[in-house]
């Protein structure tokens, strides 16, 4: 079974009051792209809640440069 036959399986048992919350998901998964295509902040964005890059969430977190 592919990931994605497993995905369609996963999805078709899900229960109705949590089809919304996986299509959104899933949707934001579509929109958001590769990480290196998505926007990057900086520090004092971030500490706004301004959107930040998996990259530099994954520095932030882990201290790696």
Known sequence: MTDRERLRA???DLPE????AALRFVEHLRNSGPPEEQPVA?????KHGRIISHEGMHRRIFGED
Do not use: I, R, S
């Open 10 to 12: 996963l999805v078709d």
């Open 17 to 20: 009051n949590e089809v919304h």
């Open 42 to 46: 900086d520090e004092e964005d971030a």
